[in-house]
């Protein structure tokens, strides 16, 4: 079975600073992919960015980027120049024969 | 496009009644999932389908769980009788196999808060 394991529960971090949540899984797959959702107090789930396992380079968008360790079994995401609309939960998850398995979260507090 | 649609956003109802709970997937999308959301289990996944046949159910919690899927754009969840237990956050979501991976990208609902009192 796969697990997603968050050992962050909370984060601050002022705004315009750069942040790293951290992400480890347990898989015997070869081929998955790993997700960053975004789960603000509205409770929509958003995603984030999105790294297939085969491909060696890190997933970049815009502010947000990832460092995939796949040896290590590392999926963390760092987020740029923070903004006040970054306070979220932030759900690392895995997927792999379509179902995904969700990490239990990081509450990000961006603070002034 | 519209994004994935679902309906009510928010059921109060009392313990013994029937909830039923509807969503919409993006067009063109052949995955279908349910998920509930609760403070104490997080995000699991109930039940998803491919092309409108349920593929794995195993995360029903117990009979009093169904889910339907009588065409590709249009899916209901229905808790009969329902109890204070099932109280969280229900959430739809699809997503489209490419090249023959199944595995791909999931787009939410809104969800539903589903209250049983």
């Known amino acids: 079975a796969q697990t997603v394991t968050q050992s962050q529960p909370e984060m601050s971090v002022q705004e315009a600073e750069t942040v790293t949540l951290s992400c480890t899984y347990d898989?015997?797959?070869?081929?998955?992919?790993l997700f960053w959702y975004k789960q603000p107090p509205s409770r929509q789930m958003i995603l984030v960015i999105r790294?297939?396992?085969?491909?060696?380079q890190n997933a970049t968008e815009n502010r947000f980027s990832v460092n995939f360790q796949k040896a290590a079994k590392s999926f963390s995401l760092k987020i740029s120049d923070s903004q006040l609309g970054d306070t979220a939960m932030y759900f690392c998850?895995?997927?792999?024969?379509?179902?995904?398995?969700f990490g239990t979260g990081t509450r990000l507090q961006v603070t002034l | 496009d519209a994004g994935v649609i679902q309906s009510p956003r928010h059921e109060v109802t009392e313990m013994g009644q029937e909830v039923t709970l509807r969503c919409k997937p993006i067009?063109?999308?052949?995955?279908l999932f349910w998920y509930r959301q609760t403070m104490m289990r997080g995000l699991e996944l109930l039940i998803y389908f491919n092309n409108n046949v349920p593929i794995d159910d195993s995360g029903m919690p117990e009979d009093r769980f169904s889910a339907k899927m009588p065409n590709a754009s249009f899916s209901t969840l229905k808790i009969q009788p329902s109890e204070p237990r099932d109280s969280a956050v229900y959430f739809c979501a699809s997503s489209s196999s490419t090249s023959g991976r199944a595995a791909d990208t999931q787009y939410f609902g809104p969800g539903t808060r589903l209250t049983v009192l």
């Open positions: 998850a895995f997927s792999t024969a379509s179902k995904l398995t």
């Open positions: 067009s063109g999308h052949d995955y």
């Open positions: 898989t015997s797959e070869s081929n998955y992919y």
């Open positions: 790294q297939e396992a085969y491909k060696q």
